[in-house]
């Protein structure tokens, strides 16, 4: 049997990742409440399907350790085919966590345009909300227990996603933040273009953890693993100082 204390870890620094998260999501709301403002609510949005992803993956590893249910542990036992095991399945191969990414990507979208587009390409907009779409009906429904292929597509194409998305509001972020004077502004744009960053980087430590735990036949995490989700943490902390926090001020 595998030891289950790297998953046990992974849980314990995870259920960590989410305190912080969720005290972060408290004062980003407290201060939408404050003025309302519409972009705030955007990027809360933003937050609140990354923190959810990472309960779900939290719980993925609960399910594992704790549910005693051996279709989930051992690849060898087959699927008992109740809706119970549809989203039990769902949670562990992260197929639930890459929804509320999606979301989150999808959210990032929409506060890009509402912030350097006063008119969006409607073609362009009905590609990224018909991929999303499609995405998301495809981790829910193609799935087949086992299948690392299967997985493999589906880590590929919420990444390709993150990577388009974000690299262009992170170019757009750095653009503004070298044509404006403002030092409010600048800093606001720069903590966007940061947090873009972040969430990119966080499939760029998912895949580089994969790919040492295959290639070297690690048992576990490697640091790359809790690299990924303390940057998401980084993204909220640097959208809210930089970003919230003094928009929530302004007169």
Known sequence: MVDPNPMFYGMIFEVFIIC???????????????????????LFTIFLCFTIAIIFSCLSKVLRLYSGLDYLTNPSVADPGTIESWFFLRIVAFRISFVFVTIAILFSYILKINLFEKEANEVHKKIVFIYAGVNIIYMLVVYIKGNMLLDLLTFSIIALFMGVINFAFMLRCLEAYRNVEDPTFRRAFLSLSIMALCYMLIFVFQIIDRILM????????????????????????????????????EA
């Not at 998260?21 to 519409?38: C, D, N, S, T, W």
């Not at 640097?238 to 926090?245: Q, T, V």
């Open 214 to 249: 295959m290639t070297l036949n690690i048992i576990g995490y490697t640091i790359f693993y809790y690299l990924g989700w303390s940057v998401a943490i980084v993204a909220i902390i640097c959208a809210y100082l930089g970003y919230i926090r003094p928009k929530s001020k």
């Open 20 to 42: 912080i998260g969720l005290v972060m999501l408290i004062l980003i709301f407290r201060k939408y409440l404050e003025k309302r403002h519409r972009l705030t609510l955007y």
